[in-house]
C-alpha cells in the first residue's frame, strides 16, 4: 500500500521557522509525481488547504499564506517539503499531506511563547 508519512514538526515560538517534510513509500512510491498538497487543521476548526505543488514544479498557496510558505520537492523519492517562515500562532495546527488518494497521518506544529 501506499503511504505518506510527514516529519519536521514541533514547538516554536512566534518568528521561528520549521521544515516539514512528507516522504511517500509503498510500491513504485517516487516513481511517479503528479501533485501533492499540504493541509492543515486547528483546533476546533475545519482543515483548510494549504499549498500544492504539481507534477511540472508549479507552486499554489493560500492568499494568508503566501510569501510566509514555500512547497518543493526533492530527492529520489521526490519528497515533499514545506518551509514555514515567521511563523505565528495562529499557524498551530495538524499538518497533513495528500497526492489526492491517499494521506499522511499529520504532524503537530504548535507556534507559542
Known amino acids: 500500500q501506499v503511504q505518506l508519512v510527514e516529519s519536521g514538526g514541533g514547538l516554536v515560538q512566534p518568528g521561528g521557522s520549521l521544515r516539514l517534510a512528507c516522504a511517500t513509500s509503498?510500491?513504485?512510491?517516487?516513481?511517479?509525481?503528479?501533485?501533492m498538497a499540504w493541509y492543515r487543521q486547528a483546533p476546533g476548526k475545519q482543515r483548510e488547504w494549504v499549498a500544492r505543488i504539481t507534477a511540472a514544479g508549479s507552486t499554489e498557496y493560500a492568499d494568508s499564506l503566501k510569501g510566509r510558505f514555500t512547497i518543493s520537492r526533492g530527492g529520489p523519492k521526490n519528497t515533499v517539503y514545506l518551509q514555514m517562515n515567521s511563523l505565528q500562532p495562529d499557524d498551530t495546527g495538524v499538518y497533513s499531506c495528500?497526492?489526492?488518494?491517499?494521506w499522511g497521518q499529520g504532524t503537530q506544529v504548535t507556534v507559542s511563547s
Open positions: 495528500s497526492n489526492g488518494l491517499n
Open positions: 509503498g510500491p513504485s512510491a517516487g516513481a511517479i509525481f503528479k501533485s
